[in-house]
């Protein structure tokens, strides 16, 4: 304008643009009915016979982020448990479900902080963890492996083998290794082989003192 002086003119030429506000990002939580009731009253009979305020407020309406995911691992065990009174099984009792929603949440906080490099830290060692499992489910029972999988939304992947390039530095460190460990080997029989010796010479000079 103008009327505006130049000092005036520079600090609206200086000014910081309006940022628009980031729009939220869809949680994994959102599918829970509020009116659904916490976990520790979700099974107490009274609850029939209350208020619909204290009920509003035992809900998962007035809930925290902690008492949701209670009621979130409590619906995927459900959803994997072999039998109504199974709780002993691996998926039942292992970290399955709590890594799954644990994983869940790190990656919505990450969409929300991207520079959040300890949270990205604890996702990628939660993540491993859990491939972990899978994988000695997957050797030992492959029918409930895939069961898990299909009802927890987890896509496995194998890890990839470790390879090595085989460098001459390498080799010659690897046959050192191998030497000392053959004689450290050859060391512990000679000992093993004294004290046998000695075991049986006790053994002989008690069994003469018997006699």
């Not at 009979?45 to 949701?68: F, G, Y």
Request: net charge positive; hydrophobic share 30%; charged share 35%.
């Amino acid at each position: 304008h103008p009327a505006c002086s130049p000092v005036l003119q520079a600090a609206r030429g200086y000014a910081r643009p309006v940022t628009r506000k980031k729009k939220d990002t869809p949680s994994h939580l959102d599918d829970l009915p509020p009116t659904l009731l916490k976990k520790d009253y979700a099974n107490l009979p009274i609850m029939s016979r209350v208020d619909d305020v204290v009920k509003r407020l035992l809900s998962l309406e007035m809930a925290s982020q902690k008492e949701k995911m209670k009621v979130k691992t409590q619906q995927l065990v459900e959803k994997v448990r072999r039998s109504p009174n199974d709780n002993g099984s691996f998926e039942v009792q292992g970290k399955l479900k709590k890594g799954r929603i644990l994983i869940r949440t790190l990656e919505e906080h990450l969409q929300r902080h991207p520079k959040d490099k300890r949270n990205r830290r604890c996702m990628l060692m939660e993540l491993d963890r859990r491939r972990k499992m899978l994988g000695y489910l997957r050797r030992v029972n492959y029918s409930t492996f895939e069961n898990t999988c299909k009802q927890l939304d987890i896509q496995y992947s194998p890890p990839q083998p470790y390879t090595r390039r085989a460098t001459k530095r390498w080799l010659v460190k690897k046959a050192f290794c191998i030497k000392v460990f053959q004689e450290k080997q050859k060391l512990k029989a000679a000992q093993r082989l004294k004290q046998r010796r000695e075991w049986q010479a006790r053994a002989r000079a008690a069994r003469a003192q018997q006699e």
